[in-house]
């Protein structure tokens, strides 16, 4: 019977909650949830709509459509949904058997419990009582342990209203404080605009000043230089008709001919005294544009513009410190400590991780006043995964090499690529129910194109990330690269071809093109600078761009297997392929002739995926940690971490935008719910160089509006010599 009530139990739990069922309902695919719950899901699902469109069943993704609840708010809308009459009979059942069946001892399962021991906290039938709890000091049977916490009801109800209402308190300050920062963004969203609107307006009317003294000075110019060409033009066209007539006419009239030469030579006399003219008063301009320098001076000395100050303070409802507990003035920690205890952690451990001494830095930074924040330094770390899966395996890599340089500790790097989470987005279509995504690529418009194998087609996605149109193929596709904004080239790995496809992002279309065959399977491609790198599992080819055809320039044997992804750099003369796999689990570097530049290899590294060079960064996608790692271009050593937050699960395909700001992650793992297999990945990336970091400053209110002093006499930077 006991065994029959567990196995029965396992089937009575909402799949949300992991409890069991409370009011169960059923949606039109036939899974059940708690109406709490389901609830919740919905309005989730739509709190951000306009307009709401019905929710997906939490468990297979099946739409629930609008149709049902037509004239209902989404809150209103589980309440509509048919109750699982089923499910309820046997829960009450349950209930039932479990209140009035006695309860067996685990220990002794011919004998019902029958007393409670205090001391251990444990139910004990008369046999336990008397062998294991002999020696315990508060054995009493099961009425006086339930009298005496009945007693203590109202205390513990007291004590639970108490908590309840300090919770609230919180959870109120909390949502103040995010719509205070939700408020302070937008206003500092609309100063910058603001900002930049005036900065706008002012070189317009610069410009416009600039303009009219060069067309004043054309049209003062042009008017003597015309009249000099229209002279040119009649002595030209006079004296050519001179020659024409003493040339062909035959004067039988001797003074007549005497006559028309002296014409001639008269006029001649009178044409070159123009023409000496001219020449004597004839003019070269000389026009030269100064820019004014201090404008370029300002904007190259600028660091930002300017600056935005973030400080922690302790709560109104926060508990007054007790002794020993450190104060708000010994917590205080300036920026840059709190960068400089990042960048230079192994100094002070050097045992300490990467990825842990990060970390550290940004929890001291939790509890620290902050002043103007640096991107470089905001980001979000490696976190252990919840809900009973894999914890993210921290990467225990040796940290860069380090320098002394008077009483400053830096790194022996010249930047550092840091990404922050932008967002991720939804790439099914339709009723897909999942997707593999092989293949990404960022246009320089914005747009996104995607190649996903598990539905055999292309993407495409505007820049707000809505879809556009889509291609389908008789084979399921592999990587693609972009060729330009209008074309790119994907991977068909089992028919062993590239397939040029065309974009017109206009009239929102994918059209085919011509068809490149190899000899091998193809599975990542990269292209750049006129030059194409395919990858097939031992082999890079590189090709030629010639016009519309391709001409191989090189076949390059790495002499390993298993690799997965290829990368060129942006002039094309080094490529980098990932390899998987047992023992030798590497990153190789080439020239495109097949010279090995360097490798990189750590034991702790068995599933290098995507790559992408971003400045003089490599970018690695750690697939069985979960992590983006940087290495140096150069040498190939390791640079540190870019990603490791708990929002990346299993990286696999990874590309830059062509400006290199915003990084796209792909994910696919047989482990991963089926949603998150929909989704792709979104960073803002940033790049810090040792000597100028890259930051996010914003100018305050308070601080009035921007000072434009400096290009206040651009006007004046314009010259012209006569």
């Given at each position: 019977m006991a065994t029959a009530l567990k196995a029965a139990k396992e089937y009575l739990i909402c799949p949300l909650c992991k409890n069991n069922f409370d009011d169960p309902k059923t949606l039109v695919c036939l899974h059940s949830f708690c109406k709490q719950c389901i609830n919740n899901h919905i309005v989730e699902k739509n709190k951000t709509e306009i307009k709401a469109k019905g929710f997906e069943c939490p468990t297979c993704q099946k739409q629930t459509s609008l149709s049902e609840f037509a004239g209902q708010k989404p809150e209103d809308w589980s309440s509509m949904l048919p109750t699982?009459?089923?499910?309820?009979?046997?829960?009450?059942?349950?209930?039932?058997?479990?209140?009035?069946?006695?309860?067996?001892?685990?220990?002794?399962?011919?004998?019902?419990?029958?007393?409670?021991?205090?001391?251990?906290?444990?139910?004990?039938?008369?046999?336990?009582?008397?062998?294991?709890?002999?020696?315990?000091?508060?054995?009493?049977?099961?009425?006086?342990?339930?009298?005496?916490?009945?007693e203590n009801v109202s205390v513990l109800t007291n004590d639970l209203s108490t908590q309840i209402t300090e919770t609230e308190k919180i959870l109120n300050n909390r949502q103040d404080q995010v719509e205070l920062i939700e408020s302070k963004e937008d206003e500092i969203k609309q100063e910058i605009i603001e900002m930049k609107k005036q900065v706008n307006d002012f070189f317009a009317q610069m410009e416009t000043k600039v303009l009219d003294v060069i067309a004043e000075v054309k049209h003062k110019e042009l008017g003597g230089i015309q009249l000099e060409i229209n002279i040119c033009h009649q002595i030209i066209e006079k004296a050519r008709s001179a020659i024409t007539e003493m040339s062909t006419t035959e004067e039988k009239n001797p003074l007549?001919?005497?006559?028309?030469?002296?014409?001639?030579?008269?006029?001649?006399?009178?044409?070159?005294?123009?023409?000496?003219?001219?020449?004597?008063?004839?003019?070269?301009?000389?026009?030269?544009?100064?820019?004014?320098?201090?404008?370029?001076?300002?904007?190259?000395?600028?660091?930002?513009i300017g600056s935005l100050s973030v400080e922690r303070v302790r709560g109104k409802l926060a508990k007054p410190l007790?002794?020993?507990?450190?104060?708000?003035?010994?917590?205080?920690?300036?920026?840059?400590?709190?960068?400089?205890?990042?960048?230079?952690?192994?100094?002070?451990?050097?045992?300490?991780?990467?990825?842990?001494?990060?970390?550290?830095?940004?929890?001291?930074?939790?509890?620290?006043?902050?002043?103007?924040?640096?991107?470089?330094?905001?980001?979000?770390?490696?976190?252990?995964?919840?809900?009973?899966?894999?914890?993210?395996?921290?990467?225990?890599?040796e940290e860069p090499k380090v320098k002394e340089q008077g009483t400053i500790t830096t790194r022996e790097r010249d930047t550092m690529v840091t990404a922050r989470f932008l967002r991720d987005f939804n790439v099914a279509i339709d009723k897909e129910y999942e997707c593999t995504i092989e293949g990404a690529a960022i246009l320089a418009?914005?747009?996104?194109?995607?190649?996903?194998?598990?539905?055999?087609?292309?993407?495409?996605?505007?820049?707000?990330?809505?879809?556009?149109?889509?291609?389908?193929?008789?084979?399921?596709?592999?990587?693609?690269?972009?060729?330009?904004?209008?074309?790119?080239?994907?991977?068909?790995?089992?028919?062993?071809?590239?397939?040029?496809?065309?974009?017109?992002?206009?009239?929102?279309?994918?059209?085919?093109?011509?068809?490149?065959?190899?000899?091998?399977?193809?599975?990542?491609?990269?292209?750049s600078n006129r030059k194409m790198a395919v990858c097939s599992t031992s082999n890079v080819y590189i090709f030629q761009r010639q016009g519309s055809s391709w001409v191989r320039d090189a076949s390059i044997n790495v002499n390993v297997t298993n690799l997965k992804f290829v990368a060129l750099d942006s002039a094309a003369e080094r490529v980098v392929v990932s390899r998987d796999g047992y023992p030798n689990r590497s990153i190789i570097c080439m020239n495109i002739t097949g010279l090995k530049l360097?490798?990189?290899?750590?034991?702790?590294?068995?599933?290098?995926?995507?790559?992408?060079?971003?400045?003089?960064?490599?970018?690695?996608?750690?697939?069985?940690?979960?992590?983006?790692?940087?290495?140096?271009?150069?040498?190939?050593?390791?640079?540190?971490?870019?990603?490791?937050?708990?929002?990346?699960?299993?990286?696999?395909?990874?590309?830059?935008?062509?400006?290199?700001?915003?990084?796209?992650?792909?994910?696919?793992?047989?482990?991963?719910?089926?949603?998150?297999?929909?989704?792709?990945?979104?960073?803002?990336?940033?790049?810090?160089?040792?000597?100028?970091?890259?930051?996010?400053?914003?100018?305050?209110s308070h601080h009035g509006p921007a000072d434009l002093s400096c290009f206040n006499s651009i006007n004046k930077g314009i010259d012209f010599y006569e």
């Open positions: 699982n009459e089923a499910l309820s009979n046997i829960l009450t059942a349950l209930n039932e058997v479990e209140n009035t069946s006695p309860l067996q001892c685990p220990s002794h399962l011919d004998h019902e419990v029958e007393f409670f021991c205090e001391d251990h906290e444990v139910f004990a039938c008369s046999l336990c009582s008397k062998q294991s709890h002999k020696s315990c000091g508060k054995v009493h049977s099961i009425a006086d342990a339930v009298r005496k916490r009945r007549r001919f005497v006559e028309k030469y002296n014409d001639h030579i008269k006029s001649y006399e009178e044409r070159q005294e123009k023409l000496e003219h001219v020449l004597q008063n004839l003019t070269d301009l000389k026009i030269k544009y100064l820019a004014n320098r201090e404008i370029e001076k300002a904007f190259n000395e600028a660091d930002s007790t002794e020993g507990t450190p104060r708000d003035d010994k917590l205080s920690l300036k920026l840059d400590d709190i960068e400089e205890s990042n960048a230079l952690s192994d100094t002070s451990a050097a045992s300490t991780s990467r990825s842990q001494s990060i970390q550290q830095g940004i929890e001291v930074a939790r509890v620290s006043p902050m002043k103007s924040v640096s991107v470089a330094s905001v980001g979000t770390h490696a976190k252990a995964d919840s809900d009973g899966e894999e914890p993210v395996p921290t990467l225990r890599l418009s914005g747009h996104i194109v995607l190649t996903d194998s598990s539905n055999k087609c292309m993407k495409l996605f505007d820049e707000k990330y809505n879809f556009l149109a889509m291609t389908r193929f008789s084979v399921s596709p592999g990587d693609l690269a972009v060729l330009s904004e209008k074309e790119v080239l994907v991977c068909l790995p089992e028919m062993s071809r590239v397939k040029h496809e065309r974009i017109d992002i206009k009239n929102k279309k994918i059209t085919a093109g011509e068809v490149l065959t190899l000899n091998e399977r193809c599975h990542s491609i990269s292209f360097w490798t990189f290899t750590h034991e702790e590294i068995r599933l290098p995926r995507g790559i992408a060079f971003c400045g003089n960064k490599i970018l690695v996608a750690v697939f069985d940690h979960k992590t983006i790692i940087q290495l140096n271009g150069k040498d190939g050593r390791y640079d540190g971490v870019v990603v490791q937050d708990s929002c990346l699960q299993w990286p696999c395909k990874l590309c830059l935008s062509p400006k290199g700001d915003k990084m796209l992650l792909t994910q696919s793992h047989h482990k991963m719910v089926v949603k998150d297999k929909k989704k792709v990945l979104i960073y803002l990336v940033y790049i810090c160089t040792s000597n100028n970091e890259v930051q996010i400053i914003i100018r305050n």
